[in-house]
């Protein structure tokens, strides 16, 4: 089986933090940059953030709706992509897909996607 798993997600309280976590199954996914999506319920899905390898060192990329609140990192130790949240919004109430991309030189868009997860809630409320 090749796909992305995500984890983290749940409950936090609005200017909470909150960490979520990607990583593959089945496949290397050296060669890729990874991105994160997340769909609000009843809205379109969003690219939020990208970086450009998960080996340590990449570029990142962070639509305005995150920057400055979220920070994306590798860890290759660990071969995960981690999304750490925090000053949590209540608009950043959503489900979050990580995909692998074959580049991050801006918003992760669907088409330059390979691999997806299945997604993890993140839900904020007081």
């Known amino acids: 089986q090749v796909q992305l798993v995500e984890s983290g997600g749940g409950l936090v309280q609005p200017g909470g933090s909150l960490r979520l976590s990607c990583a593959p199954i089945?496949?290397?996914?050296?060669?890729?940059?990874v991105g994160w999506f997340r769909q609000p319920p009843g809205k379109a899905r969003e690219g939020i953030t990208c970086?450009?390898?998960?080996?340590?060192?990449?570029?990142?990329y962070y639509a305005d709706s995150v920057k400055g609140r979220f920070t994306l990192s590798s860890d290759n130790s660990k071969n995960i992509v981690s999304l750490q949240m925090t000053k949590v919004e209540f608009e950043d109430a959503a489900v979050y897909h990580c995909?692998?991309?074959?580049?991050?030189?801006?918003?992760?868009?669907?088409?330059?996607?390979?691999?997806w997860g299945t997604g993890t809630r993140v839900i904020v409320s007081p």
């Open positions: 995909a692998t991309l074959r580049r991050c030189a801006g918003p992760p868009r669907d088409t330059d996607t390979d691999h």
């Open positions: 089945g496949f290397n996914w050296d060669r890729y940059a």
């Open positions: 970086i450009s390898n998960t080996t340590g060192g990449g570029t990142t």
